[in-house]
């Protein structure tokens, strides 16, 4: 299993980014994806997570209305749409999947800073 996330960077506040995590060695379509973030200091927490077919998602409330996850299980890849940045979303934002065995990927840092 591989789970390769990319799209982070330094943002305005007020501002979007898009995360992607790319998926491999496991059957992706069949398996509910869930994004975590880890601020400096903090323990790492569920922002979102999508079922297998992308017909639920469920959000923190500190990311609702301001984050989108989808996935396109054509190419085993899911997003997270990142719109009104707030200093408070800094943190590593990481992909997670659980096929029995729980797996991140490597992380991908998002500052939000003027």
């Known amino acids: 299993v591989q789970l390769v996330e990319s799209g982070g960077g330094l943002v305005q506040p007020g501002g979007s980014l898009r995360l992607s995590c790319a998926a491999s060695?496991?059957?992706?379509?069949?398996?509910?994806m869930s994004w975590y973030r880890q601020a400096p200091g903090k323990e790492r927490e569920l922002v979102a997570a999508?079922?297998?077919?992308?017909?639920?998602?469920n959000y923190a409330d500190s990311v609702k209305g301001r984050f989108t996850m989808s996935r396109d299980n054509g190419k085993n890849t899911v997003y997270l749409q990142m719109n009104s940045l707030k200093p408070e979303d800094t943190a590593v934002y990481y992909c997670?999947?659980?096929?029995?065995?729980?797996?991140w990927g490597q992380g991908t840092q998002v500052t939000v800073s003027s």
């Open positions: 997670r999947v659980n096929v029995g065995v729980i797996y």
């Open positions: 060695g496991f059957t992706f379509s069949i398996y509910v």
């Open positions: 999508i079922t297998s077919a992308g017909g639920s998602t």
